[in-house]
């Protein structure tokens, strides 16, 4: 062997198969291969196990599948390179030409704009009602042939609570699948209910810490199959490597999501108590008209405290400008805490009336909780409230 051909041959290691490393390595590879064309031909036609091709299987990817569906409590779990690639994936997968959806306009901003820009290019049409207008989501599944009706609970920014039950009785009925963004609320919660198709970002809770995006779609295996071809077709796929650190981060994905909501909920009963803030949306305070619904459906509350403060926009900037802990930015379900002032808030292509309906206002401020101290955190939040009234 010259040595051109040695540095790309090199020296093979063998594992012992009863000597496993504790941590599972990251298989960083785009390519399998099999001793023989025989062997490779029987996996092709699925007659063996194996791995060939990075874009359709990879062996760091499949732990986290596992994980992830076993969490959620369905048979089999997709990933993706992103939380919204999980929602346009799902979406151009299951519907076709002249199928209808129904969604809300309290919907996280990309999913409205898939199903206006893109799906609707192919002549998929939909419907946006309030997540909380029980009688109409009756009414147009009962009266409107749907494909899927696509949710989520608690909703962003305002955290509303779904009525899952309702939901996915109507729908059920109406021969519509069911598909909720399950990012806030997470993979432990809400498994219970015949939701058909769960999404997640993984660039939230799962990873944890900032610092890689990633997405799943998690069903049964007869709904999941025909997607995985069609999805590994579009190729939004999840690297490796990227796979790794959402598995390490899913080891503390429990402590974290738990001492966050613990920290969330003290932040919320807190602001409750401040005259310069109009309304606290937190489903763990009595006060938020879904906390029964939350108390039933989930067990702990989220992380996401969002309010209403006196002043609008002017008052919104003075204030996110004046906190140290909570950085001006997006996203969520990371370490570190987060604001989004009033004029960042999503929503503007939304009309006057649904931004009401949203309760989306010129005063809306969302903070995402991470794992500072809380008291610091409360601190912080005093010193703001009073500079942005000072
Ligand atoms: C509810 C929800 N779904 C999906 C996403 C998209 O996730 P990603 O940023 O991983 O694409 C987000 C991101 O904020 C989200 O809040």
Redesign the pocket.
């Known amino acids: 062997m010259k040595k051109n051909t040695r540095v790309n041959h090199p020296p093979a290691v063998d594992v012992p198969a009863d000597n496993r490393s504790l941590v599972a390595p990251i298989y960083q590879s785009v390519k399998f291969t099999f001793d023989d064309t025989a062997e490779t031909a029987k996996f092709l036609r699925g007659e063996r196990p194996g791995f060939f091709y990075s874009r359709a299987s990879n062996p760091t990817l499949r732990q986290l599948e596992l994980l992830l569906a076993e969490l959620q409590g369905r048979e089999e779990c997709l990933l993706v390179?992103?939380?919204?690639?999980?929602?346009a994936a799902c979406l151009l997968a299951l519907c076709r030409q002249g199928d209808h959806v129904l969604a809300f306009v309290e919907s996280?901003g990309?999913?409205r704009y898939l199903l206006e820009r893109l799906l609707g290019k192919f002549g998929v049409t939909h419907t946006l009602l309030s997540i909380e207008d029980r009688a109409g989501i009756e009414r147009v599944l009962g009266t409107r042939p749907t494909r899927l009706v696509i949710f989520?609970s608690p909703?962003?920014p305002v955290t509303k609570i779904a009525d899952i039950e309702h939901l996915t009785l109507h729908a059920r009925k109406a021969g519509a699948l069911t598909v909720l963004?399950n990012?806030?609320a997470g993979f432990h919660n809400h498994g219970r209910y015949p939701v058909d198709v769960f999404?997640?970002?993984?660039?939230?809770y799962a990873s944890g810490h900032g610092d890689v995006?990633?997405?799943a779609i998690i069903a049964a295996s007869a709904l999941i199959e025909p997607m995985r071809r069609d999805v590994v077709t579009l190729g939004p796929s999840l690297d490796p490597h990227a796979a790794f650190l959402i598995q390490r981060g899913m080891r503390t994905y429990f402590l974290r999501y738990e001492r966050q909501c613990a920290s969330a909920l003290e932040i919320a009963r807190w602001l409750a108590a401040q005259p310069r803030i109009r309304e606290v949306f937190y489903p763990g305070l009595e006060s938020h008209p879904g906390h029964a619904l939350a108390r039933a459906q989930m067990s702990e509350f989220g992380t996401i405290v969002t309010f209403d403060l006196d002043g609008g926009f002017a008052a919104g900037d003075r204030f996110a400008d004046a906190l140290e802990y909570f950085s001006i930015s997006?996203?969520?379900g990371s370490t570190e805490s987060l604001v989004m002032p009033p004029r960042l808030i999503g929503g503007q292509d939304l009309s006057a009336d649904q931004r009401r309906t949203a309760k989306l206002s010129p005063g809306t401020v969302r903070l995402s909780i991470g794992l500072e101290d809380t008291e610091d955190l409360l601190e912080d939040l005093k010193q703001a409230l009073r500079a942005a009234f000072a």
């Open positions: 390179g992103s939380g919204v690639a999980s929602i996280y990309p999913t989520e909703t962003n963004d990012t806030f999404l997640h970002s993984l660039t939230k995006l990633g997405g997006a996203s969520l």
